[in-house]
């Protein structure tokens, strides 16, 4: 078998994943591609290449079906209840002015004053786990 024809087999897999075979396909890629670093001798370099690029886009596949949780949304729920004196003036400036017709009046500072409290303890954390 001569390199061409592995490269015609990446090919053939890359129009099976438009069409959904992928694991099959993939498979079928590495086992022609061991096939053929078996049988060509001198040319290994080239099989191994394309062995490490079929297996890198399988890879690739099966990490893109997994769905990623943003980890900072789950401390912030957990950091939360430590912010209960922030969040009840925010709570209770909202109170006051849903009276408010004019539009002058606003929460805004206790607002961040909130978000302020939760980031302050999210932050080490978030930074511990992503490092």
């Known amino acids: 078998m001569s390199p061409r024809t592995v490269t015609e087999a990446a090919t053939i897999q890359r129009g099976s994943d438009e069409i959904g075979g992928?694991?099959?396909?993939?498979?079928?890629?590495?086992?022609?591609?061991?096939?053929?670093?078996?049988?060509?001798?001198p040319d290994r370099n080239l099989q191994l290449e394309v062995i490490h690029v079929s297996v890198t886009?399988?890879?690739?596949?099966?990490?893109?079906d997994v769905e990623v949780v943003d980890p900072k949304k789950c401390l912030e729920e957990s950091c939360k209840p430590k912010c209960v004196k922030p969040l009840l003036e925010y709570q209770a400036?909202?109170?006051?002015?849903?009276?408010d017709e004019s539009g002058h009046k606003h929460c805004t500072g206790q607002y961040f004053d909130y978000w302020q409290c939760v980031d302050k303890c999210v932050g080490p954390k978030l930074f511990a786990e992503l490092k």
């Open 22 to 41: 992928n694991r099959i396909t993939t498979f079928w890629v590495h086992r022609l591609a061991i096939n053929q670093l078996i049988l060509m001798g």
């Open 57 to 64: 886009h399988s890879l690739l596949n099966s990490v893109a």
């Open 93 to 99: 400036c909202v109170k006051r002015v849903q009276g």
